[in-house]
Antibody, heavy 123, light 106 residues
Framework: QVQLQESGPGLVKPSETLSLTCSVS??????????WGWIRQPPGRGLEWIGN???????YFNPSLKSRVSLSLDTSTNQFSLSLDSVSVADTAIYFC???????????????WGQGILVTVSS | DIQMTQSPSTVSAFIGDRVTITCRAS??????LAWFQQKPGKAPKLLMY???KLNSGVPSRFSGSGSGTEFTLTISSLQPDDFGTYYC?????????FGQGTKVEI
């Protein structure tokens, strides 16, 4: 059974870079059956998809965040990471990492999620 | 971007009631739609995918239907554990989007 766990700083200053890691157990991030993604949720609000990364290195991003976000896989530690540049108060949210299945036509919805980590942007 | 609109925003129902939530897409998403349930302080849980396919372990009182631009999630007989907020999500385009959520109150 796959398990995902987010980690990283809970407080980031405005204009700095938010960096989070998702540790994966129960499967390998190099498994071609899967993609790995990030979703966020501002406190008390709805879900916002951030982006997905595939084992090939291909990435897809929310257009509203595309200029500031990058995703990567670390095969040596079986983790994947999110980096969000030039953060502001509006980036304060619970950040979830997730896994889904690759398919021929379109990927499936994310069926395994981490518990989430609250990141606050404040000076 | 494909916009997803859910209705209603809140539904209050009794145990045993049939509950229906609607999700409308701003353009054709075929059947590439998922439904999630989220409880306070928890990660979303995948209920349905591809519009009408029940995820493993999800009770059969949940069902999904629709295609194109209009979709519904139905709970045939509301149970105490079904409280929470429900989100639809489209994954047709390379830019995925969620609906704004529907809160189900028992």
């Amino acid at each position: 059974q796959v398990q995902l766990q987010e980690s990283g700083p809970g407080l980031v200053k405005p204009s700095e870079t938010l960096s989070l890691t998702c540790s994966v157990s129960g499967t390998s991030v190099t498994n071609n059956y899967y993609y790995w993604g990030w979703i966020r949720q501002p406190p008390g609000r709805g879900l916002e998809w951030i982006g997905n990364v595939y084992t090939s290195g291909t990435t897809y991003f929310n257009p509203s965040l595309k200029s500031r976000v990058s995703l990567s896989l670390d095969t040596s530690t079986n983790q994947f990471s999110l980096s969000l540049d030039s953060v502001s108060v509006a980036d304060t949210a619970i950040y979830f990492c997730a896994r889904g299945h690759r398919r021929v036509v379109v990927p499936s919805a994310s069926d395994s999620w981490g518990q989430g980590i609250l990141v606050t942007v404040s000076s | 971007d494909i916009q997803m609109t859910q209705s209603p925003s809140t539904v209050s129902a009794f145990i045993g009631d049939r509950v229906t939530i609607t999700c409308r897409a701003s353009q054709d998403i075929v059947s590439w739609l998922a439904w999630f349930q989220q409880k306070p302080g928890k990660a979303p849980k995948l209920l349905m995918y591809d519009g009408s396919k029940l995820n493993s372990g999800v009770p059969s009182r949940f069902s999904g239907s629709g295609s194109g631009t209009e979709f519904t999630l139905t709970i045939s007989s509301l149970q105490p554990d079904d409280f929470g907020t429900y989100y639809c999500q489209q994954y047709k385009s390379y830019s995925w989007t969620f609906g704004q959520g529907t809160k189900v109150e028992i």
